[in-house]
């Protein structure tokens, strides 16, 4: 956790000055060989410093790559991307009790996830930077060349690229601060910005402390720890159907509030259950509960991202996903307070923090269909905004300069 916590700020700074690209595959190689290494360590301490060090690899893939994905998707499909990524997060969720339970030696079992990392090398010959990226950085003709492959690739009619670009670098050069230099404190500047970052930087830690309290407990119900840990796990990709489902119909932030409420109540009668009681119940208790926190954490990973400027996304994100981390380093102690002081208290804070996140959640400023900010100024600005709730089939979208 404190490894991801570094590489969420590191990278995340590295990919609004360098680039989402180069950012992500250091990553990529970080994390290959980190990984692999870790599995020859002669002693612990070896061990958690190439953890440490694939950790921060990790966390800079990402911050790195929901930028990404945020940037080259219009509005109406950038869920569908974002819930993506989350499924892909899960997928790897279920596979591993399977291949811990087969490969016993800890070892074998480090190199085979650290090997794992390869998969994403091909994407090397396809992925192209971000072309809004590119543009906030006055790289107008890099930026020509990344939308043409792109089209390519995807099979679509390429434009007259010199009419739309004269139109971008007009849309650029009309705004002064498009492009440059940012710091920590531009996000506390403006009193809405401080706001949406203050209540986002909230939200993610009691979500990511709740959610990593519920992984812990999966594994001390009775029973097969393989297999709750499995079950818990499969919870997720439903919920991410349902996320999807959720955010293309109705308000972000509404409905995450609603999801965080809902699971706050049915974390209610969780102290009540009689000792005893059948590990059935208190494994279904555990997903139900997870079901919803991920369903709202779906949508959190749409809208946050949203929320921030071009110029600083991936580095905001990365502030973001630093307070998560810094919510699931406390997450185990919850449990050790709950043994020494009364069992209730280890589902009264997580209420709790639900809850408040439920409230805090309706103050952001709803992001559905409308344009990422690109500056400061249009974040600051971004409740203002009103656009028509349309969704655009794939089939009938067309490049123009208000697509980048």
């Known amino acids: 956790m404190a490894g991801g916590l570094v590489g969420v700020l590191s990278f995340g700074e590295m ?4 680039g989402r690209r180069p950012t992500f595959f250091l990553c990529v190689l970080i994390i290959t060989l980190f990984g692999s290494l870790s599995s020859l360590a002669p002693a612990i301490g070896w061990y958690n410093a190439g953890r440490f060090i694939v950790s921060t690899g990790v966390a800079g893939c990402q911050a790195t790559t929901v930028s990404l994905l945020m940037e080259i998707m219009p509005p109406q499909y950038r869920m569908m991307m974002n819930v993506g990524f989350g499924i892909g997060y899960t997928i790897p969720l279920l596979l591993l009790p399977l ?5 016993r030696h800890w070892g074998y079992l480090q190199l085979a996830t650290g090997l794992s990392a390869l998969l994403m090398v091909p994407f090397w010959f396809f992925l192209q930077e971000s072309p809004r990226w590119l543009l906030t950085k006055g790289r107008i003709e890099r930026a020509e060349q990344s939308m043409v ?3 390519r690739i995807n099979r679509r009619p390429v434009p007259d690229m010199d009419q739309t670009m004269n139109s971008l670098v007009l849309l650029t050069k009309s705004d002064s601060k498009r492009g440059m230099a940012f710091h920590f404190v531009d996000f506390f500047r403006t009193p809405k910005m401080r706001r949406n970052t203050l209540i986002l930087f909230s939200v993610w830690f009691m979500g990511s402390f709740v959610y990593y309290n519920l992984v812990f407990t999966s594994t001390t119900v009775p029973g097969n720890p393989y297999l709750n840990y499995a079950i818990s ?20 932030r509404h409905s995450q509030a609603l999801f965080l ?15 005893g009681s059948p590990s059935w119940l208190e494994i279904g208790s555990n997903v139900l509960v997870r ?11 749409i809208m946050a991202p949203e929320i921030f400027p071009t110029s600083a996304r991936s580095f905001g994100f990365a502030c973001v996903l630093t307070c998560s981390r810094c919510g699931a380093m406390v ?36 992001t559905l269909n409308k344009p990422l900010p690109d500056t400061f100024h249009e974040a600051e600005t971004l409740d203002r905004k009103k656009i028509p709730k349309t969704l655009v089939p794939l089939t009938e979208y067309k490049l123009t300069s208000s697509s980048v």
């Open 261 to 275: 409420l809902l699971a706050a109540l049915a974390m209610t009668p969780l102290p009540f259950l009689p000792e």
């Open 233 to 252: 796990s499969a919870g997720e990709i439903p919920a991410a159907l349902l996320g999807l489902w959720v955010a293309r119909k109705w308000s972000r």
């Open 15 to 18: 990919s609004d000055r360098l």
């Open 291 to 301: 079901f919803l926190v991920l369903s709202a954490g779906f949508i959190k990973w």
């Open 331 to 366: 997450a185990p102690f919850l449990r050790d307070l709950a043994e020494v002081t009364h069992l209730v208290v280890q589902f009264v804070f997580p209420a709790l923090f639900l809850l408040i996140s439920a409230g805090l959640t309706l103050l952001l400023p709803e």
């Open 99 to 103: 291949l811990a339970y087969n490969i």
């Open 149 to 151: 492959r792109i089209l």
